[in-house]
């Protein structure tokens, strides 16, 4: 099951100035240069300046990733990596090449992928609990700046993202819009290759099962498979490409597009048209299903042979089957909603069997459940009855976060004051009726998210107005919230299935990490980087 967005923006928060111990493969480096006609005016102010100082050099830090045992977080300035142990808190900094920005990490593996910009290549961590690092170089093209991991963590494939950090022509004499360098990152056997693609890479998505991968551009998608395109480079041919769209006046806008298990049938979303888009990938044949509306949401459901689409205009849904939609049109399902359910997103449940729906533009509290299967809809209104801003649905399904922002205009304190909250549909204890709780919050908090296991759900508060800086750690299901005061702004949160922990990334001049034991919810900060005496 695979989604493509095609140019989503995406907002990096980067931690502020955290100083690592030793540093890349050379010196600091020197201060950077004063600003334009700044010693100029010095020499003609009439006032005596004295001995100015010297510009301050801010430390750059890379968000931090988390691996199977480790997390890993860049310095860009220094050129290396710390390797945080994520049980004994042990720290350790690695020099990578120069300028390190970006940091790749899987959940089943210990090895990190590091992409250099300065030194224009890849440093491979390959990392041991209680042990060493084993480390590999490989070389990459000048003014490449994003990387994407395979679910397995075995390859990576390197290429040009204009909206990424170092997405600077003046940088480099030749930047490859048109290139995707295949790795293979497994300890022994790392090595790299080139393949040419259509302008210009949008996204890049390996399938579940880990034989293809999938590269979107702005008119076609490429595919191929990296096992094979590893060690025989020339069995790749550019040219074997899938025109997504026939309309050649349509080239160029921007797609959703989501490929079905096995990777069978594309389906593509266009932002301004009442159609879907469907294509069959192994022929290359195009179907196109006119809808009565513009879709706002295309959601390929978790068995990835079928879909559901959202026409907020209509207060339809659709549901399709492949490869039934494409065969035969007449069999897709057209779902009318009821005014009292607003409907512009939707989230569907792992399981495939339900799926919730809302809508943020609708200043309303209202959710609707649909039955995939009876396509059954029926109605739910929030307890608190605030209105809904968004909603993340929990990686089991059986919880979903709804945010709220506040109505200063309401004369009902609890309706202006912002807050979340965790609504459960699945509630076996009172006859399977939904349930909701409110938290109320000084900010909606920002960013949140559950345990794998869904036993547990964490959120950050960030008010620098009032230097209230907190995590709001939640058990699930018994709802039973703690709070952590944290000393510096929360920017990130990120979970370590294994190792039982959560890490919070803070701002900090220094760099600052907190990790939260999910067990009995004891917190853990790790300020510096550098010595292990600062953990307290």
Known sequence: MMRFFRRTK???LTLAGLALLGCGDGEWGEPEPAPDG??????????????????????????PEAAKDFVFVASTELDSVARIDARSMEIRSIAVGDRPTVVRCRKSTNTAVVLN???SDLSIIHSTPGGGDVLARL??????????????GRYALVYFDP???????????????????LARVEQGSETIVDLVISY????????????????????????????TVIDAPSSYDP????????????????????????GHFALVREPDQARLGIVDLLTQEHRILELDGIPTELDLLPDGLGALLVIPSTQQLVLLSLPEAFDEPESVRVIQAPESIPVAQALVSPSGDKAVLFSTAASSSTIGELDLSSAELTAY?????????????????????????????????????????????????????PFDKLFLSPIAPSPVMFTEDEQHFFALINQPTSERFEVIGIELPSLRATTFRVGSPPVQVGGLPDARRVYVAQEHPVGRLAFIEVDDLSIQTVTGFELNSKIR
């Open 10 to 12: 995406v907002l990096l």
């Open 239 to 262: 040219r074997a490409r899938i025109k997504l769209i026939e309309d050649p006046l349509s080239i160029g806008k921007q797609l959703e597009v989501v490929i079905s298990s096995g």
């Open 38 to 63: 700044w010693q100029d005016w010095g020499a003609d102010s009439t006032q005596d300046q004295g001995e100015l100082p010297e510009p301050e050099k801010e430390l750059r830090i890379q968000p």
């Open 139 to 152: 070389p990459v093209a000048s003014g490449l700046n994003q990387v994407r991991l395979s679910p397995d």
């Open 163 to 181: 909206e990424a950090e170092g997405a600077d022509f003046s940088t480099s004499p030749l930047i490859e819009l048109q290139l995707v360098q």
């Open 381 to 433: 209104r929030l307890g608190s009855g605030k209105v809904i801003s968004g909603g993340v649905r929990g990686p089991q399904g059986k919880w979903i976060y709804i945010a709220h922002d506040g109505e200063p205009s309401n004369p009902d304190p609890v309706r202006q004051s912002p807050g979340f909250s965790l609504l459960s549909f699945d509630s076996a204890e009172n006859g399977g009726r």
């Open 200 to 227: 210009l890479p949008e996204e890049i998505l390996f399938e579940a099962e880990g034989d293809d991968v999938f590269v979107l551009t702005q008119d076609f998608l490429h595919r191929f498979s990296p096992d």
């Open 117 to 119: 910009l300065g030194s």
